[in-house]
């Protein structure tokens, strides 16, 4: 039979558990399976946020979300989707239950053991089957999971779980594997199409002062340098716009920054219409690029 056995919540920086589900299971392979989720609430920050680690007849899923991690075991059958929108549910009722500077502020253990009671209520729902399908929409979920799949952690992931080794994990910091971006808007596209045509531009101004040097000694090659430098920064700024990246937010601010730079130098050859114009799709592209966020995440405006 597929079943949710067993959930907590978790504080993801130092793995303090802040609820979880009152269990009376006695089974050692459940109880196993448990000691490596104890183990992997300590080390949430070293992974993806969206992971399923499986241990024999049984799984553990987990997502974490604003220093916060969610985490559960169910059976091995249970689907996937059903897994990870039980997680989702948890994770909107704390968010609106408690306050972040609470959580962050807790030292005791268990502090929100109230919280139980919506697990418990929850996960009574998620196994039976029937009566679910006028509560969620498994839809969104399935499109999400297609999109975005949960990592699977190996068996090397989990003897690093366990104190074996303390190298392994750190490939993960800071990237999340097969990150996918949220769908392109009608600005973004605007946005590339205008950073394409500048870099376009300074390219062909930039080939233009090469031949002027080939003609006169006395051309100033800087010139050169300063268009492929802003045809870099406005192909740069359409990857990021498109890839994630590591800094994603702060590398298109470099960019933007290189692509005012450049246009400074220029400004002997350029008159201020043009450069405002250069200017203006830099920023605006900076812009589209700080909008679109991985799938799931909310908007970071830290650069």
């Not at 990150?179 to 199409?193: F, R």
């Amino acid at each position: 039979m597929s079943m949710v056995l067993f959930a907590s919540v978790v504080r993801v920086g130092d793995g303090l558990p802040l609820s979880a589900s009152t269990d009376y299971e006695q089974d050692k392979e459940l109880q196993e399976t448990k000691r490596h989720l104890k183990g992997l609430s300590k080390k949430l920050s070293q992974f993806p946020d969206r992971c399923t680690l499986k241990t024999g007849p049984y799984n553990v899923n987990f997502t974490s979300s604003l220093g916060v991690g969610y985490l559960m075991v169910c059976t091995s059958n249970y689907p996937n989707v059903l897994a990870f929108c039980f997680l989702d549910e948890l994770q909107k009722e704390f968010i609106v239950t408690y306050d972040p500077k609470r959580i962050s502020s807790v030292v005791r253990p268990y502090s929100f053991i109230e919280f139980d009671t919506f697990i418990q209520k929850t996960k009574q729902r998620y196994n039976s089957p029937r009566s679910l399908s006028t509560k969620i929409n498994l839809a969104d979920m399935q499109t999400e999971i297609r999109l975005r799949p949960p990592y699977q952690l190996s068996p090397e992931d989990l003897r690093a779980i366990n104190g074996f080794s303390v190298h392994t994990p750190s490939k993960y910091k800071g990237i999340a594997p097969t990150q996918m971006l949220e769908p392109v808007t009608l600005p973004g596209i605007v946005s590339c199409v205008l950073s394409v045509l500048c870099g376009g531009l300074n390219l062909l101004r930039g080939v233009h002062a090469i031949e002027s040097i080939l003609q006169n000694d006395d051309e100033d090659f800087n010139y050169v340098i300063a268009f492929f430098l802003g045809t870099a920064a406005c192909l740069y700024q359409c990857y990021l716009f498109a890839y994630f990246s590591v800094w994603r937010n702060s590398k298109s601010f470099l960019a933007f920054a290189l692509i005012c730079l450049s246009n400074m130098y220029l400004y002997e050859l350029r008159n201020m219409w043009q450069i405002l114009f250069h200017v203006a799709v830099g920023a605006f592209m900076t812009l589209q690029i700080r909008l679109r966020q991985p799938l799931g995440k909310a908007p970071d405006y830290n650069v």
